[in-house]
């Protein structure tokens, strides 16, 4: 994934949500003249990714996060292995979670992902980190088959739930993940 793959997805991503414009506006003020926007190290943010996984229930699944103590969507920082975004994605969900590709499938398009968050990392001084951004690219999966046993990646993880995720607080990414669900989205 390169600094320009990264500025094309997001220019795609304005072109089809243009209200999502102020939302992103840390994001595009870094992204005009940023480098290395997948390193981690990369201030004042750098892009990371999440997955939103509901199940045939309309379920999303949420990790209790240790390091901010928050209930999250699985997801993280992309590793130079990754060959796409969806595929970072993929990636933290297996690792967090232990849901591999084939109980997963990707909704929406294979490359844009179905939201673009912008949110504050608290500083974190056992790894030197600084305070500063997560530009978040969040892909919409649905689980499939039977299913799958959670296997948490507990040095990171402490527990998993699943909620209706229209209690989840995604604000306005909520319309857009029932609209890739389709009716399966609203049963409960």
């Known amino acids: 994934m390169t600094d320009q793959s990264i500025r094309h997805l997001v220019a795609q991503y304005l072109d089809r949500f243009p209200d999502q414009a102020e939302r992103l506006a840390v994001f595009t003020d870094a992204l005009a003249d ?26 999303l699944l949420q990790i209790a996060h240790k390091a901010l103590g928050r209930w999250l969507n ?12 969806a595929d970072a994605a993929r990636r933290e969900l297996r690792e967090e979670t232990g849901l591999a590709a084939e109980h997963l499938v990707l909704l929406g398009d294979p490359e844009l992902p179905l939201a673009v968050d912008v949110h504050r990392i608290p500083a974190n001084p056992a790894k030197a980190e600084p305070d500063h951004w997560h ?41 857009r993940l029932a609209e890739v669900l389709g009716p399966v989205g609203a049963a409960d």
Not at 142 to 161: M, S, W
Request: glycine share 12%; charged share 30%; proline share 8%.
């Open 34 to 59: 940023g480098e290395h926007l997948t390193d981690r190290k990369t201030l004042p943010g750098h892009v990371t990714v999440g997955a939103f996984v509901v199940d045939d229930r309309g379920r």
């Open 74 to 85: 699985p997801g993280g920082h992309t590793e130079p292995g990754d060959a796409t975004l």
């Open 135 to 175: 530009f978040d690219f969040r892909y919409a999966f649905r689980l499939t088959g039977p299913a799958a046993a959670i296997e948490l990646q507990l040095d990171e993880v402490d527990d998993h739930r699943w909620i209706p995720f229209e209690d989840a607080g995604l604000g306005p990414d909520t319309a």
